[in-house]
T-cell receptor, first 114, second 111 residues
Framework: EPEVTQTPSHQVTQMGQEVILRCVPI?????FYWYRQILGQKVEFLVS????????KSEIFDDQFSVERPDGSNFTLKIRSTKLEDSAMYFC????????????FGPGTRLTVT | GEDVEQSLFLSVREGDSSVINCTYT??????LYWYKQEPGAGLQLLTY?????DMKQDQRLTVLLNKKDKHLSLRIADTQTGDSAIYFC???????????FGAGTRLFVKA
């Protein structure tokens, strides 16, 4: 069964450093998403991406964040200058856009900012 | 604004039915979902319901939607220890693609 994959599974970085979280969505999907879950809290929407541009973003997704689809398979989330409060589990998801009832989630990347 | 509320904990005995409740605020919701998250794992879509439906049954899972009260419930029949997990209620709304999640209900199943 096709699945969304994410790398790395755990990333530790120092405050102020840039990180790039990587995702490989399901191959025929057209819509891509990033969510985050701070430990013990809600899963929060960050951004959705379609046709090489952001289609929707939340207030969390400020200028420190950016997304990119650098090639036909990867979808990345970059955090330019990490803060302690960026420590969270980051989930990538994708959907085919036509049967949009299901977003397939990856296993997540745990980001720890020290 | 959009908000989804759930109770935080539910404990049941193995073999009993579990009912997890959720309320939402966005009346323009299109899809309502139940996701399951096991420890250290990602989010698994269990089932969904369109906002023009009242009920959906899928094997041991029954979803009930009360649009008037903006109340969604998930019933798990014959709950097993393997059902122990966090269950998230979520919604998307007309015209948008983001999904709004509740805080999750932690289900404990006692043998």
């Amino acid at each position: 069964e096709p699945e969304v994959t994410q790398t790395p599974s755990h990333q530790v970085t120092q405050m102020g450093q840039e990180v790039i979280l990587r995702c490989v969505p399901i191959s025929n999907h057209l819509y891509f998403y990033w969510y985050r879950q701070i430990l013990g809290q809600k899963v929060e929407f960050l951004v959705s991406f379609y046709n090489n541009e952001i289609s929707e973003k939340s207030e969390i997704f400020d200028d420190q964040f950016s997304v990119e689809r650098p090639d036909g398979s990867n979808f990345t989330l970059k955090i330019r200058s990490t803060k302690l409060e960026d420590s969270a589990m980051y989930f990538c998801a994708s959907s085919d856009g036509f049967q949009n009832y299901e977003q397939y989630f990856g296993p997540g990347t745990r980001l720890t900012v020290t | 604004g959009e908000d989804v509320e759930q109770s935080l904990f539910l404990s049941v005995r193995e073999g009993d039915s579990s009912v997890i409740n959720c309320t939402y605020t966005d009346s323009s919701s299109t899809y309502l979902y139940w996701y399951k998250q096991e420890p250290g794992a990602g989010l698994q879509l269990l089932t969904y319901i369109f906002s023009n439906m009242d009920m959906k049954q899928d094997q041991r899972l029954t979803v009930l939607l009360n649009k008037k009260d903006k109340h969604l419930s998930l019933r798990i029949a014959d709950t097993q220890t393997g059902d122990s997990a966090i269950y998230f209620c979520a919604e998307t709304y007309t015209g948008g693609f983001k999904t709004i999640f509740g805080a999750g209900t932690r289900l404990f199943v006692k043998a």
